[in-house]
């Protein structure tokens, strides 16, 4: 009768429906999945990054740090050039007026 038909027809139609709904939760699944992977792997890059921007301070303030005691030894070596010239300098003058 057209009444069954009508009914088999429904039937089909939320048979379908749920298909079409169990496939669509099957990609909503997929994407959290999916998100969830990217969500993970975007942490570890920015943890690896974190990381490798502290060892790259570090290794700055050390060269930092290197660079200002070569500093400090060079005005060292400096002042005794200094004073190793004025002495020079002094004895070179007193041996100048004893010879005259």
Known sequence: TVAEQTKRAAQETVKA???????????????????????????????????????????????????????LALEAAQRNVAKESDRADAAAAAAARRAS
Do not use: F, I, P, Y
Request: net charge negative; glycine share 2%; proline share 0%.
């Open 17 to 71: 429906a749920k298909r079409a709904q169990a496939l669509a939760e099957a990609d909503l699944t997929h994407v959290r999945e999916e998100l969830a992977a990217a969500n993970a792997a975007n942490a570890l890059t920015s943890h690896a990054a974190g990381a490798q921007l502290d060892m790259d301070r570090s290794r700055l303030e050390e060269a930092e740090a290197a660079l200002e005691a070569q500093q």
